[in-house]
């Protein structure tokens, strides 16, 4: 249980000796008005318990209030407890997940910069697909999966600029290549994926 809750949960409890407090004291003052009563006249006697009758509503009204102040904050403290926790599962392995990442790249660039027509590799190679294939369904098994947005409109909050090329063959702002691959993490970006972006040829 968070520290918040536990304060809240104090306050409920001060809150509440208060009350009691309070309808004790109530009652003493009405025991003593009612000691009094027999010395007054019936009107004076009938006014008397309206004016306590008052009191009474108005320190009721004033508790409820209290009571149904203090619940909802409870309420709005066990919502926060429990966003919190559930953030800090689906995020928990954001730092090891970007810790895979430059093996995942490195795998992937191994098959880019090989020699693809030379058949002693050709095992080794299919060796290494395979096993990115495995990596990124491990990975896609927690949530992280791969942003790669070759030939999509340029977004600035997933990808990140590192060229711009002019181009009449596609509309400007779109990517035209990927240097590196971005990854999210339950859709919250652990690294925006690296591209060259086009833009209206002069």
């Known amino acids: 249980m968070s520290e918040q809750t536990k304060a809240t949960e104090q306050e409920l409890d001060q809150e509440q000796t208060q009350?009691?407090?309070?309808?004790?004291?109530?009652?003493?003052?009405?025991?003593e008005q009612a000691e009094n009563v027999s010395e007054l006249s019936p009107e004076e006697e009938i006014a008397g318990l309206y004016a306590?009758?008052?009191?009474?509503?108005?320190t009721i009204d004033s508790q409820k209030d209290s009571v149904v102040r203090a619940a909802a904050e409870l309420e709005n403290v066990r919502r926060r407890a429990a966003q919190d926790?559930?953030?800090a599962h689906k995020f928990a392995l954001e730092k090891?997940?970007?810790?895979?990442?430059?093996?995942?790249?490195n795998l992937e660039?191994?098959?880019?910069?090989?020699?693809?027509?030379?058949?002693?590799?050709?095992?080794?190679l299919e060796g290494i697909d395979m096993t990115?294939?495995?990596?990124?369904?491990?990975?896609?098994k927690f949530g992280v999966e791969a942003v790669n947005p070759q030939g999509e409109a340029f977004n600035p909050e997933l990808h990140q600029a590192?060229?711009?090329?002019?181009?009449n063959d596609v509309s400007p702002n779109t990517?035209?290549?990927?240097?590196?691959?971005?990854y999210t993490l339950n859709g919250r970006l652990l690294r925006p994926a690296m591209v060259m972006v086009s833009k209206a040829a002069e």
């Open 175 to 182: 990517v035209l290549a990927v240097m590196q691959k971005g």
């Open 162 to 167: 590192m060229s711009i090329q002019p181009s």
């Open 96 to 105: 090891f997940s970007n810790e895979l990442l430059p093996v995942i790249d």
């Open 109 to 124: 660039r191994a098959i880019e910069f090989s020699d693809k027509e030379n058949d002693t590799l050709k095992p080794v």
């Open 132 to 140: 990115i294939k495995s990596f990124a369904d491990a990975l896609a």
């Open 19 to 31: 009350v009691e407090a309070e309808t004790v004291e109530a009652q003493e003052q009405q025991s």
């Open 85 to 87: 926790v559930e953030k």
């Open 52 to 58: 306590q009758l008052e009191t009474a509503k108005q």
